[in-house]
């Protein structure tokens, strides 16, 4: 199990009406390493992301997660995303639950967790990632770092064999991201949690991914380690994306 | 993930330029492979199968309803009373005659119920000092006429206001029964408005205002859209609600559709005529439910963002 590839995907294919956004994808993500995704707006990262937890249909080719094909129409939807965990980039925390509520949901409903058990394992998430006396607090009364850390604790308390992180810094001002980074960064560094992310933090993809896929036009156009991604892309069109981001000075 | 989307136009359009095999739609050259026709053709057999039990389970809950009911001792003699083609046939004409009755004052209160519950759950929730003794008229309205068993409503405006022999006011049984009904059912709708309203989360008025609409200007672009599309079916419940109650104006006198059936009922002695009217006030209502359905579910489509939860 932990020799395979825990996430691949073959041949993926997915379109909204006539725009082909994912044209033919394929992708490897080994245990304890962390994927980046990057590319422009609209190049289909986070349409990846939501393909690989089944929150979208895709059209055609494969999703294998642990060897086991989730995009069968047989298989259980729901078994597989007890497997995976996402962090979105819009947090989507329950505004009527506390974070406490918001982290221990799925543990006590879905897994059965009693509620001692899980409230513990929450606290101790939750002080790890700085936010221990927010436990009680509602969502809404957060800064958008502590909601989106909540959003992390959320998803890593159901102990994920893999975590989708969508853009997760996007909506956040500058200091905040830092906190949020250091949080994925311990996160590879403490638990070798297996993590694919879709980013515009280039510093911070080139930084912590073991793995970097340029997406452009439907397709991963250039992979490889952060080093020849960044360092020395071999595609045009990489060449070009990353000068603009340069020049943008976000790297 | 919206603001991707949106994004996503103009950067594609400033790239297209060098994507010469790329992606103008649909054109990239693709064939399914022989996994998606696989897939498909195991969705299209699990449908198939699907279809066959629902009917399979229908014609079987069918028969053993119709068995049920047939099989019950007193069937025969509730044929007579209940189901006479005869009395049906004698009585639909009457009834649908009745029925226009219902139907126009359905039309004419519902928009009038729909107006002031706006209005009143406008005044509700009105922020400021001012506005104080409008807010507590509008909560001593809805507080009132939702406890007012309607029949009691009915019965003081229909014979109430007639009884003052007030200059220029009307006695006609339907023009005061179907403001009775007005009266009622604005509360009721003037509540849901309210709910509405209020769930519609508080950043959205701190956006709208932000961008620098006054409070009025918030509430008539952003949230009261966004309250009515929520509150679609709880309205919806409360018109054929009220189109029912509008059955009830036939204690001045006016002949609707159930007071028409129970001219013939009582004449008859057979309780079919009732039946028919049920059923017509039945047939006017399903379309109205499928219409609504339609309409949100094409709202929900037009926004949603898709996926398959």
């Known amino acids: 199990m932990s020799d395979g590839p825990v996430l691949r995907m073959e041949s993926v294919r997915k379109t909204f009406g006539d725009s082909v956004v994912l044209r033919d994808v394929d992708l490897e993500v080994a245990p304890h390493t962390v994927t980046a995704l990057i590319g422009a707006s609209g190049s289909g990262k986070s349409t990846l992301l939501r393909c690989a937890n089944l929150l979208e249909e895709i059209d055609d080719g494969a999703i294998w997660l642990d060897g086991e094909e989730i995009t069968d129409p047989r298989a259980d939807h729901d078994a597989v995303r007890r497997r995976i965990g996402v962090v979105f980039q819009a947090y989507n925390l329950f505004p009527h639950m506390t974070v406490l509520d918001n982290i221990t949901l799925a543990p006590r409903r879905v897994h059965g967790v009693s509620r001692a058990e899980a409230e513990e394992r929450a606290r101790e998430l939750l002080e790890r990632l700085g936010l221990g006396g927010k436990a009680g607090a509602y969502p809404d009364r957060l800064s958008g770092g502590q909601q989106q850390r909540v959003a992390i604790v959320r998803a890593l308390a159901v102990r994920p064999r893999l975590l989708l992180l969508d853009e997760i810094t996007a909506a956040l001002d500058p200091e905040l991201v830092g906190e949020v980074l250091t949080v994925v960064r311990d996160l590879k560094e403490d638990e070798g949690m297996t993590m694919v992310l879709a980013t515009h933090e280039m510093g911070f993809a080139r930084d912590v991914a073991d793995q970097v896929c340029f997406l452009d036009g439907g397709v991963v156009l250039e992979r490889g380690t952060a080093d020849q991604v960044f360092g020395d892309p071999q595609q045009e069109r990489t060449r070009r994306f990353l000068r603009r981001i340069v020049e943008a000075g976000r790297l | ?309």
């Open chain 2, 1 to 309: 993930m919206t603001v991707t989307k949106d994004e996503s136009g103009q950067e594609g359009a400033d790239d297209k330029g060098d994507m010469s095999a790329g992606a103008p739609k649909g054109a990239d050259g693709y064939t399914p492979s022989e996994r998606r026709l696989e897939r498909e053709r195991y969705r299209r057999a699990r449908a198939r199968r699907a279809t066959a039990i629902a009917a399979l389970s229908t014609l079987v809950t069918a028969v053993v309803l119709y068995l049920v009911v047939v099989s019950a001792p007193g069937w025969e003699r509730t044929k007579e009373t209940f189901f006479d083609g005869q009395y049906a046939r004698e009585a639909l004409p009457k009834v649908l005659e009745g029925l226009w009755l219902n139907v126009r004052l359905l039309l004419i209160c519902g928009v009038l119920v729909l107006v002031l519950g706006m209005l009143i759950a406008i005044a509700r929730t009105l922020p400021g000092p001012v506005f104080f003794p409008l807010r507590a008229l509008a909560a001593a309205y809805t507080d009132f006429f939702r406890g007012l068993p309607l029949l009691i409503n009915l019965m003081i405006v229909v014979f109430g206001v007639p009884a003052l022999r007030l200059q220029g006011v009307t006695v006609d049984p339907v023009l005061l029964g179907g403001a009775a009904l007005t009266l009622t059912y604005s509360a009721y709708v003037a509540e849901v408005f309210r709910a509405g309203i209020e769930s519609v989360h508080p950043s959205q008025r701190a956006a709208a205002r932000s961008l620098g609409l006054t409070n009025r200007q918030a509430l008539r672009y952003v949230v009261l859209p966004q309250a009515v599309r929520r509150q679609v079916p709880p309205l919806l419940n409360d018109l054929v609600s009220l189109q029912k109650d509008t059955g009830l104006v036939s204690i001045g006198g006016a002949i609707d559709a159930v007071r028409a059936s129970d001219i013939i009922a009582q004449r008859s002695l057979n309780y079919t005529p009732y039946i028919v009217a049920g059923l017509v006030f039945v047939a006017l209502t399903i379309p109205m439910t499928r219409f609504t359905d339609w309409v949100t579910a094409r709202m929900d489509r037009q926004r949603a963002q898709g996926g398959s939860i």
